[in-house]
Nanobody, 129 residues
Framework: QVQLVESGGGLVQAGGSLRLSCAAS????????MGWFRQVPGKEREFVAR?????????YYTDSVKGRFTISRDNAKNTVYLQMNNLKPEDTAVYYC?????????????????????WGQGTQVTVSS
């Protein structure tokens, strides 16, 4: 099992940057593919970015963040990151990290909530205009 704890959220002006971190505890972090999602009150949680277990391939982003957000991971530190640049007010949301690949089973494409086995508690990002 994996426990995930996000950090790095906060209040930033439009055009600014934040780096979110997601620290994992438990065994075999390097076997899990990781993803970032976000949710605005009253709306469904939406996919933001994902990365393979090794971090060397299968990086994928939703269109609205391409060119502005970068997902990365450091398996030696059991941590996945989301670097967010040129932030916009519409990026305001609670950001969640998630892990998939429990028992070596990777469901779906990694772009959907149901593809993931474990979730963090979320961190708030607020972008002011």
């Amino acid at each position: 099992q994996v426990q995930l704890v996000e950090s790095g959220g906060g209040l930033v002006q439009a055009g600014g940057s934040l780096r979110l971190s997601c620290a994992a505890s438990g065994r075999s972090f390097s076997t899990y593919a990781m993803g970032w999602f976000r949710q605005v009150p009253g709306k469904e949680r939406e996919f933001v970015a994902r990365i393979s277990s090794s971090g060397r391939n299968y990086l994928y982003y939703t269109d609205s963040v391409k060119g502005r957000f970068t997902i990365s991971r450091d398996n030696a530190k059991n941590t996945v990151y989301l670097q967010m640049n040129n932030l916009k007010p519409e990026d305001t949301a609670v950001y969640y990290c998630a892990a998939r690949g429990a028992r070596g089973i990777y469901r779906g494409s990694g772009n959907n909530i149901d593809d993931y086995d474990y979730w963090g508690q979320g961190t708030q990002v607020t972008v002011s205009s």
